[in-house]
């Protein structure tokens, strides 16, 4: 028969390994419990770091406005054909390049698309469209001092510390290269040209663009890298922003500023516009020692849209208009040949 005191120490036993059991289930829970918070938290700074409002140089970046080339994951590739349709002559031709049809994203010419090479101020088109995507029409941005020690092409009167308007900043970039506008709209939006460079390489490896990288908001530097056939797919990008495509088939432009007069008056660097040929619409240049001249230019005519990219080229302006005048001619011939009655 079991004494009052043996059982006691048998029940004592008994609860204190039941109360053992308890506390391991507890630590296991609160244990699952941290894991699946630091889990989740740490997904969620993975989130934050490649989000646009992490905060950037002591400035939160503003959520992007949604635009259409958000609405793919990828940019709008050009398909390149096994022959070249358009088939220019060129006594020098460009390192690289690359003619396509803007609405079909087929390429009709190419010329070492792949190459990566220097693109000076060609970086602007990324740099023009991080700009609308994060600002709005009306919005007004600092000049800062980084912006007024800019090398390199300029619009020269941006007036130090003043808020001036975006958009006047936007037309300097695309219509005259301004460096010092391309810093002032870093800054605005990412706090510093740095963070800002991150931005675009992040949406240039969103996008797929495999041979672009960015070194700067301007295109200055060697690292600034791209090739034809991811330029022609940020070009099919920025003439589907309302806000580039009104700017850069511009020849010339007088955007009030808080300068001497009010106005700030800005002329076209694109060749075809200085030429008037006709149905330019777009869309930039750019020249350093290392790329030589580079184009992006854009006609339409006839319903159909062209893009022309010419990579260290000798002369943009004269092969510009050669590659352009063939492309049209050969869509006029078979125009008129597909119109013609057949012979039975």
């Known amino acids: 028969m079991t004494s009052p005191l ?19 289930l507890v630590v296991l829970v609160v244990a699952a419990g941290v894991a699946f918070v ?44 096994p022959e070249n349709s358009v088939r220019p002559r060129l006594k020098d031709p460009p390192r690289a390049g690359m003619l396509f049809d803007l609405e079909r994203g087929e390429a ?71 460096n010092d506008a391309a810093i002032a709209l870093a800054d605005h939006i990412a706090g510093s040209e740095r963070a800002f460079v991150g931005l675009m390489n992040r949406r240039a490896a969103r996008l797929g663009l495999r041979c672009t990288h960015f070194s700067s908001a301007y295109g200055l530097e060697g690292g600034d890298r791209s090739c034809a056939a991811d330029l022609a797919a940020l070009t099919r990008l920025a003439l589907e922003e309302p806000r580039i495509a009104r700017i850069v088939r511009k020849r010339e432009a007088a955007i009030p500023f808080p300068i001497a007069g009010g106005k700030l008056f800005l002329n076209s660097t694109n060749p075809l516009l200085r030429l008037r040929y006709r149905g330019t619409i777009g869309l930039k240049t750019g020249y350093t020692e290392r790329a030589g001249s580079t184009y992006v230019g854009v006609v339409r005519r006839r319903g159909r849209t062209l893009g022309l990219v010419l990579l260290d080229s000798r002369d943009t302006g004269g092969q510009a208009k050669r590659i352009f005048d063939r492309a049209f001619g050969a869509a006029r011939g078979q125009a008129r040949r597909s119109r013609s009655p057949g012979r039975g």
């Open 108 to 178: 009709l010419w190419s010329r070492r698309p792949r190459d990566v090479v220097p693109i000076a101020s060609l970086t602007k088109i990324m740099s023009a469209l991080i700009v609308v995507d994060r600002t709005s029409p009306r919005e007004k941005a600092k000049v800062t001092r980084a912006a007024l020690r800019y090398s390199g092409s300029g619009v020269g009167v941006l007036p130090r510390g003043r808020r001036v308007p975006v958009e006047a900043l936007l037309h300097g970039m695309m219509l005259v290269s301004g």
């Open 38 to 81: 630091a889990l989740n938290d740490g997904r969620g700074l993975a989130r934050k770091l490649d989000s646009p409002t992490v905060a950037t140089a002591g400035r939160a970046v503003p959520p992007p406005v949604p635009s259409p080339g958000q609405r793919a994951s990828l940019a709008p590739a050009v398909t390149l054909p």
């Open 6 to 24: 043996t059982g006691g120490r048998e029940r004592r036993g008994f609860r204190g390994r039941v109360g053992v059991v308890v506390a391991a």
